[in-house]
């Protein structure tokens, strides 16, 4: 295992699924954000989406579209090249990281898309889901997420209410191992 957290049947189980993802990127991009938006509302207000003057809502929206573009560009350079390349990894995850640095974005936050994204992929996927995608999922999404700065104590995460009555992560999976990963 190398500094990416990851076995290589690991890296090979989620680069087989990336490469089902990856021909429509743009379309699954945007699907994994407007379903991030529709659970958790709060986060539409950390965007500037008005790029696309015109929009009537954000399921047309094209700068939410090209947001979601450089997310999943951004997913897929860990998977395709820094899978192959620790030190490309690092050095992408670096970058992903100081893009939020100004930013209220937390390693839950992460991990809340993660979850997010993990069942679009599930459902996308559907039976070419394979059964060691989500502990692998979880292992790269959690070594993301140890790069974040950890969620404030304060109720700062947990004001809004707009998930208020989300049942809280259930699976081992879910549970916070982010303060495993590396800190940069
Ligand atoms: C694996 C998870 C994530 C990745 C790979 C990622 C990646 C990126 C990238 C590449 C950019 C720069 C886009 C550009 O150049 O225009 C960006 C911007 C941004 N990200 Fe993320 N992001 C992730 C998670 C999140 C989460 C959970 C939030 C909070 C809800 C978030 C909030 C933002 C915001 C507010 C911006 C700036 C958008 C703007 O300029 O309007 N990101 N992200």
Redesign the pocket.
């Known amino acids: 295992m190398d500094q990416t957290g990851l076995t290589s049947s690991e890296k090979i189980t989620l680069f087989s699924a990336w490469g089902l993802i990856r021909k429509d990127l743009d379309v699954h991009g945007r699907n994994v954000l407007l379903l ?1 938006f529709h659970k ?1 509302p709060r ?1 539409i207000a ?4 008005t790029d696309d003057p015109n929009a009537q809502s954000l399921v047309d929206n094209k ?1 939410l579209y ?2 979601a573009i ?6 897929g350079a ?1 998977i395709e090249y820094g899978f192959k390349d620790p030190v490309l990894f690092d050095a992408t995850l670096r ?2 990281t100081r ?2 640095k100004d ?3 937390f390693s839950e ?2 991990l ?3 979850e997010v ?1 993990l069942n679009y992929l599930g459902q996308a996927l559907g039976r070419q889901m394979s059964d060691s995608l989500p502990d692998a999922f979880w292992k790269l ?1 959690h070594t ?1 997420a140890g790069r974040f700065p950890a969620t404030p104590k304060t109720p700062i995460a947990a004001e809004g209410g707009d998930d208020a009555n989300d049942p809280l992560p259930t699976t081992s999976q879910r549970q916070d191992r982010a303060s495993d990963a590396p800190s940069n």
């Open positions: 991030l958790h986060y950390y965007f500037d989406f700068s090209d947001q450089h997310v999943f560009k951004a997913v860990l970058k992903i893009r939020h930013r209220p974005v936050d992460i809340t898309i993660g994204f999404f993301i």
